[in-house]
T-cell receptor, first 114, second 109 residues
Framework: EAGVAQSPRYKIIEKRQSVAFWCNPI?????LYWYQQILGQGPKLLIQ????????DSQLPKDRFSAERLKGVDSTLKIQPAKLEDSAVYLC????????????FGDGTRLSIL | SQQGEEDPQALSIQEGENATMNCSYK?????LQWYRQNSGRGLVHLIL?????REKHSGRLRVTLDTSKKSSSLLITASRAADTASYFC?????????FGTGTSLTVIP
C-alpha cells in the first residue's frame, strides 16, 4: 500500500512570505492530521480532519495558519505570513479512524525561515 | 499541558542489550501509543495500549502501563543497530492528543 505522500520535501523562505504544504493520505483513511515538529521536540498536533470536517484545531495559530481538506482526500496547510519561529518540520499523518487508531506518517516538509 | 515526558532524554547501549524508556503524563487517558522516528523521517507506529490494559507485547517490544502512576515504559529486548532512533509516547485524553518529548536511543554495533 502506498504511504502518506508529502511535498515539497524542503522549503526555504524569508519571513513574512507565504508557504503551502501538500499531503495525500493513504487511500481510504478518513482521518488526516497536520503536526509541527520543532527540532529536538515531539510533534505538536495542529489540526485534525475527519473526512473534510475539522475535528480539532485548538492548537492551530489561526491568525497565520490555515488548512483545508477538500473532497475529504488530500490536504493543504498554509502559513501566511511566516515568522522565524515557524521553522520546523511539518508532518502529515492519516488513520482509519479516531485517536485510538495507529497513525501513518509522511516524511514531512522541512521549513526554514530566513 | 498534557504532554508526556520521556526519560531518559538520551540512551546509548551496546547491541544485544535491552533498552528501557519511560513516559509520564499528567491527566487520565484513553490509550497510549509508542512511535519510532528515524532521523529525517516520519514517525512509525509501534504499539498501542489501552487504559484498561497493563502490559502488551509485540515482537521484541514490551509495553507496560500504570494508570495509577500515570506512566508507561517501553522495553526493547536484544537491541540491534537498526533500533537507533528517537522514541515517542503519545497520549489520547479524549479530544486531546499529545506526543512526549522523546528518548534518543543509540545502539552501538
Amino acid at each position: 500500500e502506498a504511504g502518506v505522500a508529502q511535498s515539497p520535501r524542503y522549503k526555504i523562505i524569508e519571513k513574512r512570505q507565504s508557504v503551502a504544504f501538500w499531503c495525500n493520505p493513504i487511500s481510504g483513511h478518513a482521518t488526516l492530521y497536520w503536526y509541527q515538529q520543532i527540532l529536538g521536540q515531539g510533534p505538536k498536533l495542529l489540526i485534525q480532519f475527519q473526512n473534510n470536517g475539522v475535528v480539532d484545531d485548538s492548537q492551530l495559530p489561526k491568525d497565520r495558519f490555515s488548512a483545508e481538506r477538500l473532497k475529504g482526500v488530500d490536504s493543504t496547510l498554509k502559513i501566511q505570513p511566516a515568522k522565524l519561529e515557524d521553522s520546523a518540520v511539518y508532518l502529515c499523518a492519516s488513520s482509519l479512524g479516531g485517536l485510538d487508531q495507529p497513525q501513518h506518517f509522511g516524511d514531512g516538509t522541512r521549513l526554514s525561515i530566513l | 499541558s498534557q504532554q508526556g515526558e520521556e526519560d531518559p532524554q538520551a540512551l546509548s547501549i551496546q547491541e544485544g542489550e535491552n533498552a528501557t524508556m519511560n513516559c509520564s503524563y499528567k491527566t487520565s487517558i484513553n490509550n497510549l501509543q509508542w512511535y519510532r522516528q528515524n532521523s529525517g523521517r516520519g514517525l512509525v507506529h509501534l504499539i498501542l495500549i489501552r487504559s484498561n490494559e497493563r502490559e502488551k507485547h509485540s515482537g521484541r517490544l514490551r509495553v507496560t502501563l500504570d494508570t495509577s502512576k500515570k506512566s508507561s515504559s517501553l522495553l526493547i529486548t536484544a537491541s540491534r543497530a537498526a533500533d537507533t532512533a528517537s522514541y515517542f509516547c503519545a497520549t489520547d485524553a479524549g479530544n486531546q492528543f499529545y506526543f512526549g518529548t522523546g528518548t534518543s536511543l543509540t545502539v552501538i554495533p
